[in-house]
C-alpha cells in the first residue's frame, strides 16, 4: 500500500494528468490493532488498520531470541566451533 502510494505520488504523468482530487481523506486519529492486543492510534489515510507486529510484540524490541533453526544449522555451527576451539587449545 505504501509502496503503490510512493509510485502515485511520484509518477510525474499521473501527477500531471490528474492533479484536482489527489488527497485521499486523511485520519488525523486512525486506530491501528495489532494481532498481539496492542493498540494505539496515528496520522492514516485508512481509518482503521490491522496489523500481524508492532513494537511490543516484534522480538527484535522485545529483546527475545527467535530462532527459526528447521535444518539445524544452529546446531551444526556451535558443533564447528567448538570444534575449532578444541583445535586452537591444543596449539
Ligand atoms: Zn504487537
Known amino acids: 500500500m505504501v509502496i ?12 500531471s494528468s490528474n492533479m ?14 495489532c494481532a498481539c492486543g496492542n ?6 489515510t485508512l481509518p482503521e488498520i490491522n496489523t500481524g507486529i508492532c513494537d511490543k510484540c516484534h522480538p527484535f524490541y522485545t529483546g ?13 555451527f556451535k558443533k564447528r566451533l567448538e ?4 583445535k586452537a587449545r591444543k596449539k
Do not use: E, F
Request: charged share 25%; aromatic share 10%; glycine share 6%.
Open 4 to 15: 503503490l502510494t510512493l509510485i502515485y505520488y511520484t509518477n510525474p504523468v499521473i501527477m
Open 64 to 76: 527475545q531470541d527467535k530462532i527459526l533453526d528447521t535444518q539445524g544449522r544452529v546446531d551444526r
Open 20 to 33: 484536482k482530487d489527489i488527497h485521499p481523506q486523511y485520519y488525523p486519529s486512525a486506530k491501528v490493532k
Open 83 to 86: 570444534k575449532s576451539r578444541g
Open 39 to 44: 493498540k494505539w492510534t496515528t496520522g492514516s
